[in-house]
C-alpha cells in the first residue's frame, strides 16, 4: 500500500490567505483574470473615489479662493485658514465655510442704488436704444 501524503490544512487569515488564493489560481492557469481579481478594485468603486476626490480639490479650491478674496475673516489671520483648509483637506475646507468666513452685512448696510439713478445704466439704455431703434415710453 502506498501512503500518500496530504498537506496540511491550515486556517489562513489576512495576507496569507489572499496570496495563497492568488497562488492558487496562477496555478489553475487563470493568471490573467487571477492578478485582475486580486490586485485590481471594482470599477465603481473607482468611479467613486474619483468622484469624491473631484469633490475634495473643489470644495478646497472654491474656499482657497474665497479666502484670497476676502479682506477679513474670523479670528483676523488668513494665514492660518489658509494652512487649515490646505492642510485639513475636505474638513479643513468645510471648516473654514462654516465658521471662518464673517457674517454677511445686513441689508441696509449693503450698496443700495437704485438702477434709475446710475449713469452707466443710462448709457446702457441709449446704447440699446441707438442700436434697436428707441424704447416707446
Not at 491550515?10 to 485582475?36: E, W
Not at 468611479?47 to 479682506?71: E, F, G, K, S
Request: charged share 25%.
Amino acid at each position: 500500500m502506498v501512503m500518500v501524503r496530504r498537506p496540511c490544512r491550515r486556517r489562513l487569515t489576512g495576507v496569507d490567505s489572499f496570496f495563497s488564493l492568488l497562488a492558487n489560481h496562477l496555478t489553475a492557469g487563470n493568471q490573467a483574470m487571477a492578478l485582475r481579481d486580486a490586485v485590481l478594485p471594482s470599477t465603481t468603486v473607482v468611479v467613486i473615489v474619483v468622484a469624491l476626490v473631484a469633490v475634495q480639490v473643489a470644495i478646497q479650491v472654491y474656499a482657497i479662493v474665497d479666502l484670497a478674496r476676502r479682506d477679513e475673516v474670523r479670528g483676523g489671520r488668513k494665514w492660518v485658514w489658509a494652512l487649515v483648509v490646505t492642510l485639513g483637506n475636505l474638513p479643513g475646507a468645510i471648516a473654514y465655510l462654516v465658521a471662518g468666513r464673517p457674517e454677511a452685512p445686513p441689508p441696509n448696510e449693503r450698496d443700495s442704488r437704485s438702477d434709475a439713478s446710475t449713469a452707466g445704466d443710462d448709457a446702457a439704455r441709449r446704447a440699446v436704444d441707438m442700436l434697436y431703434n428707441p424704447r416707446e415710453r
